[in-house]
């Protein structure tokens, strides 16, 4: 069942096209994520979508009905619809119970479960300009839940936090999905909260979608450069005897996409890929190599193993992509 339909959204500022014709359908339930260049859209398309942006052509439909742009409401926005924005701004000078005046219309039951999920219970006396940026942002996110709406949309929610403040963020939101039954839509720009997040992508460029995809499919099959590059490190290889090396898979390609895991190690051995080891860093559960055979350079991830610049590893091929672009 469709939540929300994008119909031929176009949008203009200035000289500028910032949206061209976006089209799309979000299922219930399914977990979106808009992705792109800074300048590709991903902001202008989700504001329009919460119904605070008005588009020059085109319509949104929410559950069935058009969602009204700020100039057809005295009060901008959609009431089943909730937007955070990356800057998650709150009022100077009041408490956070105050900031959450919404409170006082829901029930309680909803209520505590924000709390609870939102962790801001113990900051409810505290005055907003006193919270630090994830205090803040969890108090942003609970003002958002409490007006109790079907569908959040959330402007790069994992930017400027560590890494233990972005896990308690993850966690948030899964749990706002679960247990609120909340529908989430975000635009994310690292990799790795994309692939640990998405269901499906929606990569823009110049404000058209270019690439509408799951997660593995984007990391593996990108449709061009700048897709590619959304998810991590990336090689394109035109060298014959390399894309020899992974039969079955290119045919007769003439350029391949390669991805760090697209080799594993076999060790030293006289038999197989041979590449030297140009530079090896450390990443937690892997080590990411810079590898040369010849004039050609490449990536490969490894575990187990700490080579050193110079060292030659052996290498057996596991996938790769045929590109033509």
């Known amino acids: 069942m469709s939540m929300i339909e994008i119909e031929d959204l176009s949008k203009t500022r200035g000289d500028r096209e910032v949206l061209k014709r976006v089209s799309c359908t979000v299922r219930e339930g399914e977990r979106l994520v808009i992705a792109g260049s800074t300048g590709a859209g991903k902001s202008t398309l989700l504001r329009i979508m919460a119904g605070l942006l008005q588009a020059d052509g085109g319509r949104v439909v929410y559950k069935g009905l058009r969602v009204k742009g700020p100039e057809e409401r005295l009060m901008p926005g959609h009431p089943g619809i909730a937007y955070l924005s990356q800057h998650f701004e709150l009022r100077k000078n009041y408490r956070v119970f105050d900031e959450l005046d919404a409170w006082s219309r829901v029930d309680q039951d909803l209520q505590e479960r924000v709390f609870d999920i939102c962790r801001i219970r113990h900051l409810l006396g505290r005055w907003t300009m006193d919270l630090s940026g994830g205090e803040r942002q969890r ?124 080799f594993r190690l076999s060790g030293p051995s006289r038999d ?52 033509n672009w």
């Open 139 to 262: 108090t942003a996110l609970a003002r958002a839940l409490l007006t109790g709406p079907g569908l959040l949309l959330l402007d790069e929610p994992f930017s400027n936090l560590d890494m233990a403040h972005r896990e308690m963020m993850r966690d948030m939101l899964d749990r706002v999905c679960l247990d609120l039954h909340v529908n989430c839509i975000m635009v994310l720009h690292e990799a790795a909260d994309i692939m640990s997040w998405a269901e499906r992508v929606l990569v823009l460029q110049e404000g058209r979608i270019v690439q509408d995809d799951t997660p593995i499919g984007l990391y593996r099959s990108p449709v061009n450069v700048e897709a590619a590059g959304l998810l991590g490190i990336y090689d394109i290889i035109d060298d014959e005897a390399l894309i020899s090396a992974f039969p079955g898979q290119c045919g007769s390609a003439h350029r391949i996409l390669l991805r760090p895991d697209s």
């Open 272 to 323: 197989g890929l041979q590449a030297v080891v140009e530079s090896s860093m450390f990443q937690g559960g892997h080590r990411l190599l810079s590898l040369r055979m010849g004039s050609i350079g490449f990536h490969a991830q490894i575990m187990d193993a700490d080579p050193r610049p110079g060292e030659k590893v052996g290498l057996v091929p596991v996938w790769a992509h045929p590109v």
